[in-house]
Structures are given as structure tokens and as C-alpha cells.
């Protein structure tokens, strides 16, 4: 299985938006993120399946994936990718995928580096983050669980917006 872990773009400040689940995209943000996906897209990534967190500012990053990416299945939207969960919760959740899939997850940090951490390397890091509109893929040869994930690649947005 490969994994792509996706964080949603630029969004309102939360001291300009009063709630914290209904805070969209900027403009900016939504431009930012459209060409980070082309990049993603130029380098031949190809989700299967489309998960991402039910705050607002994660459904629109999550459609401009699907979108850009022509991701075949519907986006499910999934509390263990909102940022207060543990990422644990995340892996019985994706061991419910086919092996070959390759599934993109849309969520928040620091919830995305820290699953990113134990998959990698079994156990929370702080250096790990995945910056706005920034993505990293980890793939598993067998089961999805904590440290058994081998990091393809890490690329911060800026680089993507460049490879489109």
C-alpha cells in the first residue's frame, strides 16, 4: 500500500473566523494548493481511495485532489484524521484497504507528522511536519502498522508548486 499524507492550504486565521470546523480556504490558499496537486500530478501519484477530515478547510483540499488527481472513489470523510485524534486510530482504519491501494489522507498538523512518525519510525518525533499544501508518500510491503512504513518521499509545498 502506499500512503499519501496531505495537508490541507492556507486558511482563514482562526482569529478571523469564530469556529474552528467551519474555517474555509483563503483564495490564496485554494491557488496554492491547485498547483501543489499539479505537481503531485506531474509526478504521476494516483490515489485510489480519498480521505480526509471533516473540517471545511480539509473537504475543499480534499476536492481539489480528487479533482486534479481524478480520484475515482467518493471522499470519505473521516474523524480519525482530525487533529485531536490520536493517529493510531488511523492505521485499523487503513488496514481496511486493499494492498495495492494507494490512499491519500487530507488532515491537519500536527496530527500528519506524527502519524507520519510511527509509521516511519514507530514512535512519536518532533521533527517531523508536514507544511500547508505539502505532502509525503510512505509506502508498506504487507499490514499497515506502526514502524513498519518505508518514506518514499517528503516534499514541501513550494517544491511541489515548481514541478507542475
Known sequence: MHLLLFRHGIAESPG???????????????TKTRHAVEGLKSIGIQPTHLLCSPLTRTQQTAAILKDI?????????????????????LFSLLQGFPPHACVACVGHEPHLGQTASLMIFGDHSNGLFVKKAGACLISFDAKVDVGKGQLEWWIPPAQLRAMR
Not at 478571523?16 to 485554494?30: I, S, Y
Not at 488527481?69 to 486510530?89: A, F, G, H, K, M
Open 16 to 30: 478571523r473566523w469564530g469556529d474552528e470546523f467551519t474555517r474555509p480556504l483563503t483564495q490564496e490558499g485554494m
Open 69 to 89: 488527481l481524478s480520484i475515482p472513489n467518493d471522499i470519505q470523510t473521516v474523524p480519525e484524521l482530525v487533529y485531536d485524534q490520536s493517529p493510531r486510530l
